[in-house]
């Protein structure tokens, strides 16, 4: 699977955000890194992204994506109804206090999506890459499209001008779920956008030069009269086997 292979450029995207018993965020990503990477792609997906949140020792972040939402259906199907989540998934569900946080989301724009390359995918025990990785949110009234515009418009090109480009800007996949056996939020309309540093430290420069930069007093004042809540930065540390990093 190469990056320019539909499933490499994956159209939907799932960004899913666990609560997990104190405690037990490694035995979790042990398991999962072990057991349901290469088992849910052989179905049709592709796992992106496997993440410790660096604010909640508690919180397990993660993507996979589809070729489509017929494709995910299909895979979804076939992985929760296989015989490797049927043996693994009640010690992944036992880790869990909530798995309900589940974001559907689509690239914003043509060549905006997450590429990937599973074959460079690092083996199961590789150390966790010294990477920073943050994914901010920025959440709209439905069905209005003026605050995602002023995000692609306004301060797409005010991170590209500043620091290193986006991995991947995200907004609300509207089509209906088909896989009710895994709820996703409803009601959203959101932008996502995902970027890697090398560190912290480079990640809070940015965002430095971000407000101070000229433009970003034109766009900003639209963006907070759309937004419904404060955008939302999840700070991402990828384990050993993330495509992301």
């Known amino acids: 699977m190469s990056p320019t292979d539909p499933v490499g450029r994956p159209a939907v995207i799932e960004l899913r955000q666990y609560t997990l018993r104190p405690g037990r965020r490694d035995e979790l990503i042990e398991l999962f890194d072990r057991e349901f ?9 592709v796992v992106l992204g496997q993440f410790r949140d660096l604010d909640d020792p508690n919180r397990f972040v993660w993507l996979r994506g589809f ?6 259906h299909r895979a979804l199907t076939a992985f929760y109804g296989g015989p490797v989540w049927a043996e693994h998934g009640p010690q992944a569900n036992d880790t869990m206090v909530d798995s309900g946080d589940v974001l559907l989301l689509r690239p914003l724009s043509d060549g ?9 995918r690092p083996r199961a025990g590789a150390p966790a ?3 920073f990785v943050s994914a901010t949110v920025w959440s709209f009234p439905p069905g209005r499209p003026d605050g995602i515009a002023l995000i692609r418009d306004g301060l797409l090109p005010v991170l590209h001008k500043t620091g290193p480009a986006p991995l991947a800007v995200l907004t609300t996949e509207t089509a209906h779920n088909t896989f009710a056996r895994l709820p996703v939020r409803t009601g959203e309309n959101v932008a996502a956008v ?3 540093y090398p560190d912290e430290s480079a990640y809070r420069r940015h965002l430095a030069e971000v407000q101070d930069h ?3 007093r034109e766009f900003l004042p639209g963006i907070e ?11 991402l540390a990828p384990t050993g086997r993330s495509l992301i990093s």
């Open 37 to 45: 990477v290469e088992t849910q792609e052989e179905t049709g997906m």
């Open 67 to 72: 070729r489509d939402m017929e494709v995910r």
């Open 112 to 120: 905006s999506g997450f590429a990937v390359s599973p074959p460079e």
């Open 129 to 131: 890459p010294d990477r």
């Open 194 to 196: 995902f970027t890697s």
């Open 214 to 216: 000229p433009l970003t």
């Open 225 to 235: 009269s759309e937004q419904t809540a404060a955008p939302r930065t999840l700070r």
